[in-house]
């Protein structure tokens, strides 16, 4: 089994190598699957993320929601994530990591959290899941254990194994293009 930065490195180089179609493409077809989701269709309280450009694209997904649902994006405070309601690219600024996060009031009640879009390095069929190596997300979802995770990922982030750690936490279930 690769180590963790092995894994990382070689993720990075295959996301790499898809052209922007490609890239566009997965992009529009992970998330046309998420909406087909009963879980998406009930849901009222969604926390996505705002991609980085190496991540499959949320922004258009985000602008299309947000009216309809309450869209909710993570704020790094510290070495913690903070949520916050998505009102238009007017409530945006950029914050740490130059990723651009809303100004809004945090969300103080996280039980209200239906679904949770998250974004990773890597993911198992099975719903592991390797982020950037932060631990933000790890710290974050046990705070939120009724919520469904969804992990969203291109189809070359999908690898059969990931060392695994305690604070790991697996997702309910993981999206590509190609399942």
Request: proline residues 4%.
């Amino acid at each position: 089994m690769e180590d963790k930065l092995t894994l990382r490195k070689r993720i990075q180089q295959l996301k790499k190598e898809l052209s922007h179609e490609q890239q566009k493409d997965e992009s529009q077809q992970v998330f046309t699957k998420l909406e087909q989701l009963e879980v998406f269709k009930t849901s009222k309280n969604i926390l996505c993320y705002w991609s980085l450009p190496d991540e499959l694209a949320t922004q258009s997904f985000i602008k299309h929601w947000y009216k309809d649902k309450s869209i909710y994006l993570p704020k790094v405070v510290n070495k913690n994530l903070t949520i916050h309601r998505y009102e238009g690219m007017g409530s945006m600024q950029k914050g740490k990591y130059d990723i651009l996060e809303p100004n809004t009031h945090f969300l103080k009640d996280l039980d209200v959290l239906d679904l949770i879009i998250v974004p990773g390095i890597a993911f198992t069929k099975a719903g592991e899941r390797m982020g950037r190596g932060g631990g933000y997300y790890d710290r974050f979802l046990p705070q939120v254990p009724k919520a469904i995770r969804v992990g969203v990922a291109y189809n070359c982030q999908i690898v059969d194994d990931i060392p695994s750690e305690s604070h790991d936490v697996n997702m309910s279930l993981v999206l590509t293009s190609g399942q």
